[in-house]
C-alpha cells in the first residue's frame, strides 16, 4: 500500500498499537457486558455507538457532507451484511471462549484472506504463501484441538466447541469482507465505507430484536457502550495509521493484542492458557509475520521493477 506525503512510520505504528489497545478494550468490555446478552443486540450497540465518534472524526476531517455520497449502495449493503455476520459470530465466540483462545483464533483471519485473494482477485500465490497458510491454519488447528474431544471419537456440542467454529467461520468471512472493501476502495472513500457499515450493521442487527434480547442492567448497557465507542475509535486509529506507514509495517503489531489477551484473561477473569493454546499460537503468530514479510519483499521487488522499466515499457 502506497502512502502519502505523510509518511512516518513511527507515527503509524503508534497509532496502530493505540487501535489495537482501543479494540482489546471493546473484547474486554463484552465480555464484562455478562453472558445471556444476544450476539445480534451486542452487535447492534457496539455498531450504533461506534457511529458517534465516527462522526465525530469525519466533521473533524471536513468530510461529514459528502461521506453518504456513493454510487455503490448494494456494495456498500452487501459488505455490511457479510460484516455483520462475521462481527456476530465473533462474539458468540468471544462470550464462550476465554478471551485468548478468541483473540488467536482470530488471528485465522489473514490466512483466510490470502486464500481468498487468489481465488476471488485473480492473485498469484506463491509456494512460500501458500506454506505460510497451511502452516498457519496448522496452528488453528492446535489451538482448537482442547474444545473438541476428538481423542474419544466424538465432536462436542459444548459451547466452547461451538465458540471455536463461530470464530473460525467469523475470521472466513472477515476476510470475504475485506476482499470486498478492496473492490469498494477501488471507486469509494474510506471515510464512506467505514460510516456506510456503522450504519447498515446497526440496521440489520437491530432486525434481531424480534428473536430475543436480554434485559440489560445499567453495567451491562454501560459496558456495551463501551464497547461501541471503543470500536468506533479503534477504526479511526486503524484508518488514520495507514495514512502514515505501509500495511507491511504496522501489520505485525496486531500481534501484540495476544500480550493484552493473556495479561487481561488472567487479571480480570482469571483464565490461564493451556500449553496447546500457546504452540498454537505461535504457529499463528509466525506463519501471518511470514506472509507479511513475503508481502513487503514482493511489493519492494514490483517497486524495483518499474523503477527500471523504461517508458517505452
Known sequence: MAVSQEENPLRGIVLKLASVTCFMCMQTAIKLAGPGIATGQITFYRSA??????VVYLMFRGQLATALKTSRPFGHFFRGLVGVVSMSLGFYGLLNLPLHDAVALGYAMPLFAVLFAAVFLGETVRLYRLTAVVAGFVGVLVISWSKFSVLKGDLTESAQAL???????????GATAMILVRKLVATEKSATIVLYFSITASVLSAASLPFGWADLSSGSLVSLGIAGIC??????????SYRHADISTIA??????ILYSLIISYMLFAEVPEPLMLLGTAIVVAAGIFIIYRERKLGLER???RKHVTPQG
Open 49 to 54: 455507538f461506534a457511529i458517534f465518534p465516527i
Open 163 to 173: 465458540g471455536v467454529l463461530a470464530i473460525i467461520l467469523s475470521a472466513a468471512l
Open 231 to 240: 470500536g468506533g475509535v479503534a477504526q479511526i486509529l486503524l484508518t488514520e
Open 252 to 257: 505485525p503489531f496486531e500481534y501484540v493484542s
Open 303 to 305: 517497486a524495483s521493477m
